[in-house]
Structures are given as structure tokens and as C-alpha cells.
């Protein structure tokens, strides 16, 4: 009996089984049929159009807008070098190629540059009136030995050496004035006035004595005509009065000298040297039946054969001239001679003026050159050696000067101490490395002076 119960039961368990597999059979050939259908997505890759970059898909395919087949997109590689244009540092890429402004050569940026350890962002959130962002030109201070040629301008004038003054050797009245104008042009030997002098009457009258009663009184006889040349007569004329035993009336006054007249009487002005081609032609000061003082200079007489040109020099130019210096004039864009030089330098500045004056001594024979003539010089001297920077590269504050130094792709303003220039260069004394890169226009870093300060 219980074998009959256990039969039944083993025949549905066996057809369960059955079952189970027939189903297990179904779907595996359910599965292998899917895997030949469809294409499994690739894993990390990406497909693009070459002509349409812009389409990235997982999988491959073809573009929805020219149907080209997609292709497998290539992965860029990164790389931390950095390269820039040595020209323009702000041009800054993760690859080599050409500047896009100079087109030059774009050259890797170097890590170890001890500039870089302060960041640019750093730099640029400091004070605006300590850093200016620009792309200017950059130069470098430079040694070099500089021809001094300097310019300057001046005036002719009468060269005070070449004045000669006529006195009166007696006291007495002005009879006869035989000159009348200033500046008229007089000649040695020529009689200029008469003077009666009643102490040269007397002198005469004396020795005019002595001949008639004291004749053997030579010594006595020898002081009286010695007398009577101080008092202003001639030679001649005191052998006149000898011959003819009588007085002559009037002393004459005659001039030593050649050249243009000026008189002193009263007129301090005269003293100075005046131009002919400033003032009007005036009468003398000294008129007939005036009264003169033994010893009184009455006229100056002054030559033109040699005259002066005085140039202005600036106070800043003086160390770069000296006694000797080549000097060439023009006058009109005429030379005004070979071989001149400068013969002597005024040892102070003139009052209320910043220039010191050199003097150049020409020779005039003809009268060619005129007194008050502006003229142009051009003084050569010694050559100079030094450090200079184009004198565009400073920024004049009056109590300062300052530069524009490159830091980090910036310009940073710094103090310098400057000298001479010449040949629109400017001499740096100190305050600057031949290694510091400075802008070559200043002017192009600022747009008024105030912003600028400087920590040195």
C-alpha cells in the first residue's frame, strides 16, 4: 500500500522537472538571440563627426546633420607646460605655436624664474598707483660712450679789453666840442675838443719867465716844460710857446684810439657795454662851455676790430664745457670764423637766470660782424662715458625722476638718480641694473603724473 502512495508522487516531481527545463531552454535561446541583435556600447570611448565636431555620442553612428560616418574622438593629453611670446608675455598657451600680434615663436615658460614666486593675481590686488598692466616696449640700461655736443645761443658784444678811455689832464672850461653823437666813429690823433684852462695859463706864463730871465736855469727851465705835457700840451707845442715866447690859449684834447665814441659825463649807463643797434642815435652828454675836473674821464672809445660772442650755457651743461672747447658760430648760417674756442668761463650764474656764460673772442678787421648780432653756437668737448637709457624712458617730477621696471608681466615705478644728457639720452647714476627691463616710453604708463609712488 505505501509503495502505491509514493509511485504518483515521483511522477509529478518528474514532470515538474521537466518543465523547469524546457523554460531554462527557452530563455537562453531567448538571451543568444539578443546578443546577435544588438551591439553592445563601448566602454570610455567617444564618437564624433569630422566635420561636425560638435557631435559626441557613446557609441558609433552616423551625424544626424551630413550622415558621415562618426569616428573615435581622441582624447587630448594635458601637460603643465606653459608657453608664451618673448615680446608679448601676456600671450600665455598650453601649447607651442606662434604669437598672434608678432607672430614669433612661442617659447616655453620657464618654472624656476624667481620673478614668478609672486603670483600675477597677487600683483594685481596691490595699490593701482603702484603697478601699471600695460605691453609697452621694454629696453635695458646700456654702457656707452657718447659724443658731448652742445647748443647754445648768444649775443655779440664789444670786447671791454679793446675800450679806451680820454681824460682831461687839465681843469678848465670846454671851448670848443669838436665830436657830437654817440657812437659816431673817431681816429687816432683826432682833435675831439679845446679847453681853456686858466692853470695852464699860469704854467705857461711861468715857464715863459723862466726863459726870459733864468735861461741858464736848466734844471729849473726842464721841470717847467715837464709841467706843462702833464697838463695835456703836446711836445710840439711846448716848443711853440719856447720859440715864440707866448701862452697858448686853449689845451686841445686829442684821441689815442680808433673806433666808435661814447661819452661819460654824467651818463653812468655809458659804462656798460651797449649795443648800437639797441639804442637811437643820441647827442652827447658833454656840451661846449661845460666845466671839467683835472683827470675826468670825458669819452670811451670803443674798437670793433675785436669783439666777444658771450654764449648762455645752462647751469646742468657746465661740468660738460671747458676753457678750450671747440666752439662753432653762425651768424645768419654764416660762419663766423675757423678754429675758435672758448677762451673763458664766467665764474657765477647771472641773477635771476640759470646759465653761466662762456666767452668766444673773434677778430672783426672789416666790421663785418655787428654789436647786439644774435648768433648760434654749436660747443664740442670731450666724448662721455657712462651708463644711459633713452631720456623718453624717464618721468620728470621735479624733485625726482622715475622709471617703469617690469615685474611679472607689470610695470612698477622706481627712483633714479640721473646726470647729463646728451643726444636726447640720459645718464643714469644710480637706481637701475643693467638686468632691469624698463619701459621705453614712459609716458605711455601714466595719465597724470600724481598716481606714481614709489618705495625706494
Given at each position: 500500500m505505501r509503495l502505491l502512495k509514493i509511485v504518483p508522487i515521483l511522477l509529478i516531481l518528474n514532470s515538474c522537472n521537466s518543465t523547469n527545463?524546457?523554460?531554462?531552454?527557452?530563455?537562453?535561446?531567448?538571451?543568444?538571440n539578443d546578443h546577435e541583435n544588438h551591439v553592445v556600447p563601448s566602454q570610455g570611448k567617444k564618437y564624433t563627426c569630422p566635420m561636425h565636431p560638435e557631435i559626441i555620442k557613446d557609441e558609433p553612428g552616423q551625424c544626424p546633420i551630413c550622415k558621415m560616418d562618426l569616428v573615435e574622438k581622441k582624447e587630448e593629453i594635458s601637460s603643465d607646460k606653459k608657453y608664451t611670446c618673448p615680446m608679448h608675455p601676456e600671450i600665455i598657451q598650453d601649447k607651442p605655436g606662434i604669437c598672434p600680434k608678432c607672430k614669433m615663436d612661442l617659447v616655453e615658460m620657464q618654472n624656476n624664474d624667481p620673478k614668478t614666486t609672486e603670483t600675477e593675481i597677487d600683483i594685481l590686488l596691490k595699490p593701482t598707483n603702484k603697478y601699471v598692466v600695460s605691453q609697452v616696449k621694454t629696453i635695458s640700461m646700456k654702457e656707452n660712450t657718447i659724443p658731448v655736443v652742445i647748443q647754445s645761443t648768444g649775443k655779440i658784444y664789444y670786447d671791454t679789453r679793446e675800450i679806451s678811455t680820454i681824460s682831461s689832464k687839465v681843469a678848465g672850461r670846454i671851448e670848443k666840442l669838436f665830436v657830437k653823437y654817440k657812437y659816431q666813429t673817431v681816429s687816432k690823433g683826432q682833435k675831439l675838443m679845446d679847453i681853456y684852462s686858466k692853470e695852464l695859463l699860469t704854467e705857461q706864463e711861468n715857464y715863459i719867465y723862466l726863459l726870459k730871465n733864468d735861461l741858464e736855469n736848466t734844471t729849473l727851465i726842464k721841470t717847467a716844460e715837464d709841467r706843462l705835457l702833464l697838463q695835456g700840451l703836446t711836445s710840439d707845442q711846448v716848443k711853440k710857446v719856447k720859440n715864440e715866447k707866448k701862452a697858448i690859449e686853449y689845451v686841445s684834447v686829442y684821441s689815442n684810439f680808433s673806433g666808435h665814441l661814447h661819452d661819460l659825463l654824467g651818463d653812468a649807463s655809458t659804462a656798460q657795454m651797449t649795443s648800437m643797434n639797441t639804442q637811437p642815435q643820441q647827442e652827447l652828454l658833454i656840451r661846449e662851455g661845460m666845466y671839467v675836473q683835472k683827470g675826468q674821464a670825458v669819452?670811451?672809445?670803443?674798437?670793433?676790430?675785436?669783439?666777444?660772442?658771450?654764449?648762455?650755457?645752462?647751469?646742468?651743461?657746465?661740468?660738460?664745457?671747458?676753457?678750450g672747447n671747440k666752439a662753432n658760430l653762425t651768424l645768419d648760417g654764416v660762419d663766423l670764423g675757423e678754429n675758435l674756442k672758448i677762451d673763458f668761463i664766467e665764474p657765477e650764474i647771472k641773477p635771476g637766470e640759470n646759465t653761466i656764460t662762456a666767452r668766444v673772442y673773434l677778430s672783426n678787421p672789416n666790421n663785418t660782424i655787428k654789436v647786439g648780432s644774435n648768433v648760434k653756437a654749436t660747443i664740442s668737448s670731450d666724448n662721455k662715458n657712462g651708463n644711459f637709457i633713452p631720456i623718453t624712458s624717464v618721468i620728470d617730477l621735479g624733485s625726482s625722476?622715475?622709471?617703469?621696471?617690469?615685474?611679472?608681466?607689470?610695470?612698477?615705478?622706481?627712483?633714479?638718480?640721473?646726470?647729463?644728457?646728451?643726444?636726447?639720452m640720459i645718464e643714469v647714476i644710480s637706481g637701475l641694473g643693467e638686468s632691469d627691463l624698463i619701459a621705453e616710453n614712459a609716458q605711455l604708463l601714466m595719465d597724470s603724473e600724481s598716481f606714481i609712488k614709489t618705495e625706494n
Open positions: 527545463e524546457n523554460e531554462n531552454h527557452d530563455i537562453k535561446e531567448h538571451d543568444n669819452f670811451n672809445v670803443y674798437s670793433t676790430n675785436k669783439l666777444w660772442a658771450l654764449l648762455n650755457i645752462y647751469a646742468d651743461k657746465q661740468s660738460l664745457i671747458a676753457k625722476k622715475v622709471v617703469f621696471i617690469r615685474e611679472n608681466n607689470l610695470f612698477k615705478a622706481y627712483k633714479i638718480i640721473t646726470g647729463n644728457i646728451l643726444d636726447n
